[in-house]
């Protein structure tokens, strides 16, 4: 774990925004020696021309190459610089010319890209691993590209084990999206009512759906919740402690009103509700802004019946609240950060 944090200490020193692209190179290529890698035997090369065709060539940052046979493409970008996305689509580019397996983009991050010569795809970025301390996926990866220790036999093995982890994700979050949709909670709905037929009657399984609402929610945003609340992107003088709570604790419970209140205002038999009619007004409006102007929502909801102290309820904490969907400053009204992830996610999934 050493290598890794002496890694992370030397690049973290080129987050200065004085720092130059040159002397970042240099440290990189540095890296590649403390892993055993030799400029004197051409196994590490920087900026090399590649001719490609009659008249044009690549220029690669790093090349790592192993007994003249090129092994991966290393791009670059000072932490302190923007633009990685653009870099990435670089390597790529570079990795499929060349038909390389592996590239690597080190940046504020350190990106590996493997591409298996057998699916006919652009090569994937597979894993993304933070220049931390301790980083345990850090750790694995330097453990890989050591010189005396390389196979390449390896880090196609590990490669296709993050490969596999990506499909299962993608897998996993194809089914959270359709159980999490109108469509996934009528699907359970209809398990539900097919098991309680085999004991109750139909008149029974009738009026108990008319009675009850089933709603299912990821808990992804849990998570994101509590990185915000983390990262204070609430105004913690809103809230009035009142129930003994921790200003964490209170946060919590309001993301979980809110979470249960923007399923029921979304049904169709709420859609006349007050809240349910300020809240989808503000979603009109707010479309891909950052914020609606109130004097707009006010406006837009001129019909709506006791518009202020309703809104007001939909701003603020408190234990009657009706759930504290917006944040206000001013004239602008945005979505409070906490929740603005699942709002918008449920709310393009499930508006009418």
Known sequence: MNRWNEICFLIKKHTKENSKEAF????????????????????????????????????????????????FVVELKKPSNQGSERVSQQLISYMLQLKMKFGLFIGENIQLFYDDPNDNKHPVKLIEIEFSENNEDGYKLIELLKRDTFDEHNLIEFCKEKLIKIEDDNTKNELIDFLTSSQGNEYISQLISQDLKQKHSSEIIDELKSNISIIVKSNKSVQQNRNLISEKFFNSS???????????????????????????????????????????????????????EKNRLVEASKEVDKFENNFNQMSHFGPKNHAKIFDVKKNQIRLWKPIETFVKEYYNKNKN
Do not use: C, H
């Open 24 to 71: 970042f190179q240099n440290e990189v290529v540095n890296i590649f020696e403390k892993l055993g890698w030799s400029r004197y035997k051409k196994e590490i090369e920087t900026e090399k021309n590649i001719p490609i065709g009659a008249s044009n060539s690549l220029r690669l940052d790093i090349l790592i190459s192993l007994e003249e046979k090129k092994l």
């Open 238 to 292: 809103e809230i009035s402690s009142t129930r003994n709570l921790t200003e964490e604790e209170e946060i919590i419970a309001e993301i979980n009103k809110v979470e249960r209140k923007i399923p029921l205002w979304l049904t169709n038999s709420r859609k006349n509700n007050i809240n349910t009619q300020i809240f989808t007004n503000f979603m009109e409006l707010l479309e891909n802004n950052e914020f609606v």
